[in-house]
Structure formats: structure tokens, C-alpha cells
């Protein structure tokens, strides 16, 4: 379980810096949080708790990875968006026509 822990306090760390790449200050704030939360539960010894804190991690990275996109202000009241290529992701194509519900 050790192991599967550092992997996921690495996987973590890779996404934030590919989630908030250029952007200084989100940088540091995730950083800071991944660290604390891992540093907060590091002398957890039950396996369920274990358990349900590494969901919660991987969780949060898929989310990270696949939902959160950012914006550069370009002026005052212009946001250019920047999506990665993990979230140009095949969308269900639009149904003009409502399916009835049985």
C-alpha cells in the first residue's frame, strides 16, 4: 500500500502541473494542498481508511484531469480558454429529437 500511495502523491503532482501549467499562483496552491493532505493522514494505519483516502485522491486527479480547464484573461473582460488534449474528449452528439421516457 506504501507504494500505491507515492504513486498516487506523484500522479497528483503530475497533473497539477500539467492542470495549472504557467499559472503561478494555482501552481503553489495545489502543491501546498496536495502536500498537506498527504502530510495531515501520513500516520493512518487502518486499511479501510487507507482505502477510502486513496479513492478520494484518485478521484480528485481524474476530475482535475478531465474537468478543469483554464482561462487567460486577454483583457479586461475577455477570457481565452485553454483545453488540454485530455479534455477534447468525444462528446455525445445532440439529439434533436426527445426520446420518450416509458
Known amino acids: 500500500p506504501a507504494a500505491a500511495v507515492l ?13 495549472f501549467k504557467n499559472d503561478v499562483r494555482a501552481l503553489e ?5 496536495i502536500n498537506e493532505e498527504f502530510k495531515n493522514n501520513k500516520s493512518e494505519t487502518s486499511p479501510k481508511k487507507i482505502e477510502e483516502l486513496m479513492k478520494i485522491g484518485s478521484d480528485v486527479e481524474l476530475l482535475l484531469r478531465t474537468s478543469v480547464i483554464q482561462g487567460i484573461h486577454t483583457d479586461h473582460n475577455t477570457l481565452k480558454l485553454v483545453p488540454r488534449k485530455d479534455l ?15
Open 88 to 102: 477534447l474528449v468525444e462528446n455525445v452528439p445532440y439529439c434533436d429529437a426527445p426520446t420518450q421516457k416509458q
Open 29 to 33: 496552491a495545489a502543491r501546498i494542498k
Open 7 to 19: 504513486q498516487l502523491f506523484k500522479t497528483l503532482h503530475r497533473t497539477r502541473q500539467q492542470v
